[in-house]
């Protein structure tokens, strides 16, 4: 099939604390590269990754229960959406609406935090380093939840030891159950069917690595809307400008420029956390636009549904070829 042209990159965004406040940025790689050995590994090749910029990673961060484990989102907590967080030379800054802060140094994290689990909202679980006293302080104050909370980070050093593992496993050809022999972090560590597995994840992301929607159906939306919303309530991290509405719906895969391609791997389902206002991280008592997209977006019947419920906006997407995603790039499509 031919490249078809259907738009430009409207908007990047990248959420380093999972369903907390965005940054938006005006371009992100679509690969981690490390070095072994002078030898350069296409990290994200084929694998789970995300969009990242400097010191910033798409999900690198996530709020967890402190008894369950349990991830904590703007689903049970509405004004997370609007914590603020700064990653500036191996510093992380977590800063409230009303203006307070805390601080901690990631290299005395990755150093000697604690490693501990959050589980997903799959079921699925993540490791990552306890963040701190302080950042936990912090967050409880601003949350005043009936239990604790704690933050989690994903370190660069664990995709690094997990592009070790990609790279002898392709080198060698072996399938990644015998590589699962070569133990990242024996807390990962799981025995399904008498077999030992390490889950091949990276960072705290439930679906695709990248979530893409367009702003003609979120205009065709907001024509059935009292009140409009904004692409910022559907927390993606690409927005595309100049398609038809809904056209996405036929996408099989996405190119920006000349380089960097994404494969849509299916309809996004979006529920709760569109109610909650990006700027004020409150609830609508009407529950829009949920309510309204059920009307008229239900999730396809079939293969597509896999389990799923709830309306659909946008595509789960993941990568299929490297590259740097900029605003205002011209965006070809595949269709189906």
């Known amino acids: 099939q031919k490249w078809i042209e259907v738009g430009t990159v409207g908007a990047l965004?990248?959420?380093?604390?999972?369903?907390?406040?965005?940054?938006?940025?005006?371009?992100f790689s679509s690969n981690h590269i490390v070095q072994l050995q002078d030898i350069q590994v296409d990290w994200l090749k084929n694998q789970e990754g995300g969009p990242s910029q400097g010191e910033l990673s798409d999900r690198q961060f996530v709020?967890?229960?402190?008894?369950?484990?349990?991830?904590?989102?703007?689903?049970?907590?509405?004004k997370l959406a609007v914590l603020k967080v700064e990653v500036c030379a191996r510093f992380l800054t977590v800063a409230t609406p009303e203006g307070s802060m805390a601080t901690v140094n990631l290299e005395e994290v990755e150093k000697d935090g604690e490693w501990s689990n959050a589980i997903l909202q799959k079921g699925e679980s993540s490791m990552g380093l306890d963040c701190g006293e302080e950042i936990a302080e912090l967050l409880n104050h601003y949350c005043q939840s009936i239990h604790g909370v704690r933050m989690l980070y994903y370190p660069p050093s664990k995709k690094t030891e997990m592009a070790r593992l990609a790279w002898l496993w392709n080198l060698i050809g072996l399938h990644q159950k015998v590589m699962n022999l070569i133990i990242v972090h024996p807390q990962e560590i799981k025995c399904l069917n008498n077999e030992i597995t390490v889950p091949f994840k990276v960072s705290f992301v439930e679906q695709s690595p990248f979530y893409v929607t367009t702003e003609s159906s979120l205009g065709s939306l907001n024509e059935r809307l009292d009140r409009p919303v904004t692409s910022a309530n559907?927390?993606?991290?690409?927005?595309?400008?100049?398609?038809?509405?809904?056209?996405?719906?036929?996408?099989?895969?996405?190119?920006?420029?000349?380089?960097?391609?994404?494969?849509?791997?299916?309809?996004?389902?979006?529920?709760?956390?569109?109610?909650?206002?990006?700027?004020?991280?409150?609830?609508?008592?009407?529950m829009e636009p949920v309510r309204t997209m059920r009307e008229?977006?239900?999730?396809?019947?079939?293969?597509?549904?896999n389990g799923r419920t709830g309306p659909v906006f946008g595509v789960n997407s993941s990568l299929i070829a490297f590259g740097v995603i900029r605003k205002g790039q011209t965006v070809y499509v595949k269709y189906k």
């Open 296 to 305: 008229f977006r239900p999730i396809p019947e079939g293969r597509m549904m």
């Open 234 to 286: 559907f927390r993606p991290n690409i927005v595309i400008e100049g398609s038809e509405a809904w056209d996405e719906d036929r996408w099989a895969e996405i190119k920006f420029g000349e380089e960097t391609v994404i494969n849509c791997d299916n309809l996004c389902t979006r529920r709760t956390v569109t109610t909650v206002d990006p700027e004020s991280g409150v609830k609508d008592a009407a």
């Open 63 to 78: 709020i967890i229960d402190e008894d369950t484990h349990l991830m904590r989102t703007a689903r049970q907590i509405p």
């Open 13 to 27: 965004w990248i959420y380093p604390v999972k369903s907390c406040y965005r940054k938006e940025v005006s371009f």
